[in-house]
């Protein structure tokens, strides 16, 4: 098993930036891929952005040229910088990580299935 602790969440003015950070603990491997989804409300949790073993990262066409993600091996930490917010960004931002079972990653990366491991979620509110 693998848990994953979300923080840095918060109220934020239109233009600004947020870091969040996603810890993981547990079972963590080399070859997990991670991955930050957000939901808001009445709306289906959506892909924002993920990066895989290698470092390759992906992205919504949402969030290009705003939203970055980096990964610190040696603290198995997931960060997800974000610049230049709008209030559309406004949800709950939840961490995922995939598992043991092998995914096709390069083809699955934005699918709430491909990931087994979820972190609670924490709230971005962005003002306009």
């Known amino acids: 098993q693998v848990q994953l602790v979300e923080s840095g969440g918060g109220l934020v003015q239109a233009g600004g930036s947020l870091r969040l950070s996603c810890a993981a603990s547990g079972r963590t491997s080399s070859s997990t891929a991670m991955g930050w989804f957000r939901q808001a409300p009445g709306k289906e949790r959506e892909f924002v952005i993920s990066?895989?073993?290698?470092?390759?990262?992906y992205d919504a066409n949402s969030v290009k040229g705003r939203f970055t993600i980096s990964r610190d091996n040696a603290k198995n930490t997931v960060y997800l910088q974000m610049n230049s917010l709008k209030p559309e960004d406004t949800a709950v931002y939840f961490c995922?990580?995939?598992?043991?079972?092998?995914?096709?990653?390069?083809?699955?990366?934005?699918?709430?299935?491909?990931?087994?491991?979820w972190g609670q979620g924490t709230q971005v509110t962005v003002s306009s």
């Open positions: 995922a990580a995939t598992g043991p079972r092998p995914v096709d990653y390069s083809t699955t990366y934005y699918k709430v299935g491909a990931y087994d491991y």
């Open positions: 990066i895989n073993w290698t470092g390759r990262t």
